[in-house]
């Protein structure tokens, strides 16, 4: 598997990208991983990097992206926050990827059995995780279930909505970005990883 290079990346289409990822976590999923040497990576980026993606995750140890979506050193863009959540400095990340560094998709992976998730739904306030969760509430707040009926199922539509509701913050907050998508120089989506499968359903 070749080390992304800026020829390669500027002739990408964001469609293009999608597929990678999409190929990417169907190796995942069947256990074939691409053959890389990343030593040789290693030294084919230390001059520079062109990566095709960023994606936005959780912190979750269960789901790491370059692993999810098999690629390599220099391949792309890796933002983790607790519960995918977006502020300032990752919406700045963001723009920074792709408006200067040139990557041509940004996703937002969500991710099923969430624990910061889990934890907006049951109201956890402790230190600054109260102010992180949050950015979450107001997607439990739209499902408008009572406490006491946070089931799983229940917990698993708010970590859906909680992909489309960072998706919106993008878009509203980030012109550089919502202009970029715009003139379709990128692609914006929401995607949600199975801690089960380890496959990755884009929304």
Known sequence: MKTQTKEIQENLTPKCAHDILVQGNKRFVMNLKAQRN??????????????FAVILSCIDSRA???????????????V????????????????????????????????????????????????????????????????????????????????????EHSINRIRKESEILAEMEEKGEIEIVGAMYDVSTGLVEFL
């Open 38 to 51: 990343l030593q040789e990576q290693v030294f084919e980026t230390s001059q520079g990097q062109f990566p």
């Open 64 to 78: 790491p992206a370059e692993l999810v979506f098999d690629q390599g050193i220099g391949d792309i863009f890796s």
């Open 80 to 163: 983790r926050v607790a519960g995918n959540i977006i502020n300032e400095d990752i919406l700045g990340s963001m723009e920074y990827a792709c408006k200067v560094a040139g990557s041509k998709i940004v996703v937002v992976m969500g991710h099923s059995k969430c624990g910061a998730v889990t934890a907006a739904c049951n109201h956890v306030e402790l230190g600054n995780i109260t102010a992180l969760l949050g950015k979450i509430q107001p997607v439990v707040e739209a499902v408008n279930v009572d406490t006491s009926d946070m089931h799983d199922d229940v917990i698993e539509e708010v970590a859906h909505l909680n992909v």
